[in-house]
């Protein structure tokens, strides 16, 4: 069973950047494609990036390519979702979510317990 855990967000201004950080246990880590969600209030779960089991692919949510980025690093086991120029609608809850290698972009079978970024406007 593979555990994350969220680590990293808080309350920003808009414009800020802030980093989440994903920590994994159970399963190793350089087999699984690590990826993050977010649940924007009244709104529904969405994906928004993918980092491949290699680290040799990534993928981001079209609306957000340029301003979010995702990384990871193997020595830690922790995957990582940069954001920049943070705006009032990226105020959501944000989920790390993991999956095996031969899994489609956006579909993981853990999931981390979630943690919240709130932009000020």
């Known amino acids: 069973q593979v555990q994350l855990v969220e680590s990293g967000g808080g309350l920003v201004p808009a414009g800020a950047s802030l980093t989440l950080s994903c920590a994994a246990s159970?399963?190793?880590?350089?087999?699984?494609?690590m990826g993050w969600y977010r649940q924007a209030p009244g709104k529904d779960r969405v994906w928004i990036a993918q980092?491949?089991?290699?680290?040799?692919?990534?993928y981001i949510t079209q609306s957000l390519k340029g301003r979010f980025a995702i990384s990871r690093d193997d020595a830690k086991s922790t995957v990582y979702l940069e954001m920049n120029d943070l705006k009032s609608e990226d105020t959501a809850t944000y989920y790390c979510g993991a999956g095996d290698r031969w899994s489609g972009v956006g579909n993981y079978d853990h999931w981390g317990q979630g943690i919240q970024v709130t932009v000020s406007s």
């Open positions: 159970g399963s190793p880590f350089s087999t699984l494609n």
């Open positions: 980092i491949s089991w290699s680290g040799g692919t990534t």
